[in-house]
C-alpha cells in the first residue's frame, strides 16, 4: 500500500505561482510512476504531468512551459508540481496518483483556486 498526502494549494491571483507537494509513504520502493492529476467543477479528472522512476516526465499540453513536475532525491518520497503563470482555468482539485504494481493510489486533494 502507499499512501499520498498533498499540500500547498491555495488562493493565487492570475499570473501568479504555486508549488504543490505530494508526501508518500508506505511500499514506496514499489512505485513506477507518480503524478499529478485536477479535476475542475462539472468536468472530468484530467492527467496534469507524471514522472517516472527513471525521471522521464510528460504534460498536460495546456500546461506545458508553465508547470514543471519533479521529486527529491535520493529518498523520492516527495513530488512536486511547480506551477508559474497561472490561470483561471487551471482552478482545480489537484489530486497526487502514484501506480505500484499495476494498482493505482490516490490522495485526497488539494484545492487550488486562480482568481483575481
Known amino acids: 500500500q502507499v499512501q499520498l498526502v498533498e499540500s500547498g494549494g491555495g488562493l493565487v491571483q492570475p499570473g501568479g505561482s504555486l508549488r504543490l507537494s505530494c508526501a508518500a509513504s508506505?511500499?514506496?520502493?514499489?512505485?513506477?510512476?507518480m503524478g499529478w492529476y485536477r479535476q475542475a467543477p462539472g468536468k472530468e479528472r484530467e492527467s496534469v504531468a507524471v514522472i517516472t522512476r527513471d525521471g522521464v516526465t510528460n504534460y498536460a499540453n495546456s500546461v506545458k512551459g508553465r508547470f514543471s513536475i519533479s521529486r527529491n532525491t535520493p529518498a523520492e518520497t516527495t513530488v512536486y508540481l511547480q506551477m508559474n503563470g497561472l490561470k483561471p482555468e487551471d482552478t482545480a482539485i489537484y489530486y497526487c496518483n502514484a501506480k505500484s504494481r499495476g494498482l493505482s493510489f490516490w490522495g485526497k486533494g488539494t484545492l487550488v483556486t486562480v482568481s483575481a
Open positions: 508506505g511500499i514506496i520502493f514499489s512505485i513506477d510512476v
